[in-house]
């Protein structure tokens, strides 16, 4: 688990990066488990730019991976 919203959202990544021969080669999978209802737009958009590998500079800091 690399952290969780003020919702209660809880977002992961994998620890493997994708396999050379598939889209988005190189990148690590990145994905939430919605506390209640699925729905995107339960999102807030720092996690928004994290899911999808652009997050704001000052979100990296404040949403950096707990240690293992």
């Known amino acids: 688990q690399v952290g969780t919203d003020f919702q209660g959202n809880r977002y992961y990544r994998s620890r493997r990066r ?5 889209p988005r080669a190189g990148h690590e999978r990145r994905w939430v488990i919605y ?10 958009a ?8 652009t997050p704001h500079r000052h979100a990296a800091r404040a949403y950096a991976p707990a240690a293992a």
Do not use: K
């Open 18 to 22: 994708i396999p050379a021969g598939q």
């Open 46 to 53: 720092e996690w928004h730019g994290w899911l999808h590998g």
């Open 35 to 44: 506390n209640g209802a699925n729905d995107a737009s339960r999102v807030p």
